[in-house]
T-cell receptor, first 115, second 109 residues
Framework: DAGITQSPRHKVTETGTPVTLRCHQT?????MYWYRQDPGHGLRLIHY???????DKGEVSDGYSVSRSKTEDFLLTLESATSSQTSVYFC??????????????FGPGTRLTVT | QKEVEQNSGPLSVPEGAIASLNCTYS??????FFWYRQYSGKSPELIMF????GDKEDGRFTAQLNKASQYVSLLIRDSQPSDSATYLC?????????FGTGTSLTVIP
């Protein structure tokens, strides 16, 4: 357990509305990530953060923005939700536990449905 | 584009047999390699990582890495029904992790 929580765990929203997902960690890890997981595509990186106010885009960043104002919180915002953003969203942290190898641990996920 | 390829399966093995899961990756600059297990409706759970050529064993699990062939594998010995899940291969390149689409494993009692 890497002390990662996500909220909400489930959400149904309408097309065109903004949505914010929250990831919270309790262990002061520097690196945090947002992924989406869809059948046939596996886990795809949306955005990641390497420190407070330091973020970078991933493979599928269009339509998403992120913010990290505190080490423990990483927010993912869908600015205007579309049906193609229906997915399961996972937050992850990266931490070194053995010989300096960065390992990645996941939160419980948020299931988002855009109608 | 960095790619991680896995056979999607499904792979079925009888209880007590060895399950063999395979993964190839495209970026020779990848630094470390991971296997995750994911049960339906749950988040991925880290099983093992490996970063140097050869074998690494942890209980019933053995990870194998061949950087020259850009190939990673996971062996599960004495497979149990509780091992039935999707197994994800991941590679780390720089600050990012890249995932395969997963192999579905079913262990038949």
């Amino acid at each position: 357990d890497a002390g990662i929580t996500q909220s909400p765990r489930h959400k149904v929203t309408e097309t065109g509305t903004p949505v914010t997902l929250r990831c919270h960690q309790t262990e002061n890890h520097r690196y945090m990530y947002w992924y989406r997981q869809d059948p046939g595509h596996g886990l795809r990186l949306i955005h990641y953060s390497y420190g407070v106010k330091d973020t970078d885009k991933g493979e599928v960043s269009d339509g998403y923005s992120v913010s990290r104002s505190k080490t423990e919180d990483f927010l993912l915002t869908l600015e205007s939700a579309t049906s193609s953003q229906t997915s399961v969203y996972f937050c992850a942290i990266s931490a070194t536990r053995d010989r300096g190898v960065y390992e990645q641990y996941f939160g419980p996920g948020t299931r988002l449905t855009v109608t | 584009q960095k790619e991680v390829e896995q056979n999607s399966g499904p792979l079925s093995v009888p209880e007590g047999a060895i399950a063999s899961l395979n993964c190839t990756y495209s970026d020779r600059g990848s630094q470390s390699f991971f296997w995750y297990r994911q049960y339906s409706g749950k988040s991925p759970e880290l099983i093992m990582f490996i970063y140097s050529n050869g074998d690494k064993e942890d209980g019933r699990f053995t990870a194998q890495l061949n950087k020259a062939s850009q190939y990673v594998s996971l062996l599960i010995r004495d497979s149990q029904p509780s091992d039935s899940a999707t197994y994800l291969c991941a590679v780390r390149t720089g600050n990012q992790f890249y995932f395969g689409t997963g192999t579905s494993l079913t262990v038949i009692p």
